[in-house]
């Protein structure tokens, strides 16, 4: 019987090796993976640059007035500054627009980019002037900021001056303190405080010696020491101002008070004493944590809130006491014997010339 195998016929036609099928593919393998690693690296840029373009976008524009006659206005530099915290939480100011304005003192900022927890300010030179606007962020739903700048005029009233820090640092020496005293003056208003015919005035203690100061008033026109007062001259620019001075006061018991007064209200007052050295007795003031600056320990202590004109008093003992203090008991002793001595041979002295009269 004749049997009949009814599957196909195998395949008889020769085979082509694979790595002869891929060889032509093999040159373009390496920049095929260049062009897959180089999308790989784009791709997080990419993202980034459609969320940027995706990102709202608003205007800031305004007029700076008040300025006065003759003082050139057209074409004045305006800057717009946006603060952003960093890694540390300090705010961080870095300029986002610049322009100039026009003859009627108008400015404009398009296309500014909308960040929240954003901060912006408009900052301009006119003439010599600086004239800026107070911080300000875009309100919700709204992309359109207008703004107007007021040339700051020289004014008497000092009603918007106050201390918005005080600070004051006693460092112990023998028979002696070393004060330190940095006020943070805040000028609210947007108009320059006169400081040169009529000076800021401050109290010394009156035993205050060596007066230097650390840092002036910007504008400054120098100090001047009449007893107690002390005369500080310069024009108090909106916004902050920083004065720091040091004098030198002796103490004889090892106790030392101060006695204060300010002219403007004072929103913080701080005191600070090196660890252990010092303590300190005052009713407006109250303990706080210890204090790190530049590796050292500070005790702290202060008072908030305090207005313009109230006393102030800082007693603080434990001041190391001078040498010439031991010699005063050492003194007294050696007169007091002397004394005796003397009286001593002088009832001797009488005692013998009446035994030799008799």
């Not at 004749?2 to 599957?7: C, E, G, N, Q």
């Not at 915290?85 to 304005?101: A, E, W, Y």
């Not at 947007?190 to 002036?216: C, D, H, M, T």
Request: with cysteine; net charge positive.
């Amino acid at each position: 019987m004749t049997v009949i195998d009814t599957r196909f016929p195998p395949d008889l036609t020769p085979r082509r090796p694979a790595r002869r099928v891929f060889a032509p593919l093999l040159p373009a393998l390496p920049v095929a993976a260049a062009v897959l690693a180089l999308l790989l690296c784009l791709l997080p840029g990419l993202s980034a640059s459609a969320a940027a373009q995706e990102a709202p976008h608003g205007r800031v524009s305004g007029t700076i007035e008040d300025v006065p006659q003759g003082v050139p206005l057209a074409g004045s530099r305006v800057v717009l500054i946006r603060f952003k915290l960093d890694d540390k939480g300090v705010p961080r100011g870095q300029p986002v627009r610049n322009g100039t304005t026009d003859a009627a003192g108008k400015f404009r900022f398009d296309d500014v980019p909308i960040e929240p927890q954003t901060l912006y300010q408009v900052g301009a030179t006119v003439g010599e002037q600086v004239v800026g606007s107070q911080p300000f962020t875009f309100p919700a739903g709204k992309r359109n900021v207008v703004l107007t700048l007021h040339y700051p005029r020289l004014v008497t009233d000092s009603s918007a001056v106050r201390i918005e820090e005080g600070l004051i640092a006693v460092e112990p020496r023998r028979g002696a303190v070393w004060v330190t005293e940095v006020l943070h003056l805040l000028n609210s208003s947007q108009n320059i405080v006169e400081g040169v015919q009529r000076p800021l005035e401050l109290n010394l203690p009156s035993g205050a010696e060596n007066l230097e100061f650390v840092r002036e008033l910007q504008d400054r026109n120098g100090h001047e020491r009449l007893g107690s007062k002390l005369l500080i001259y310069g024009n108090l620019e909106p916004g902050n101002s920083t004065v720091a001075y040091r004098y030198r006061l002796p103490v004889w018991l090892g106790t030392v008070e101060l006695r204060k007064t300010y002219p403007h209200a004072v929103k913080t007052l701080s005191v600070l004493t090196p660890e252990g050295d010092l303590r300190l007795l005052g009713r407006q003031f109250e303990a706080k944590p210890m204090q790190t600056i530049d590796g050292n320990r500070y005790s702290a202590w202060a008072a908030t809130d305090l207005p313009a004109g109230q006393s102030i008093a800082v007693r603080m003992s434990g001041v190391p006491i001078r040498q010439e203090i031991y010699l005063i008991p050492t003194g007294g002793f050696a007169v007091l014997m002397v004394g005796v001595v003397v009286w001593f041979l002088r009832r001797r002295l009488r005692a013998r010339d009446a035994a030799a009269s008799a």
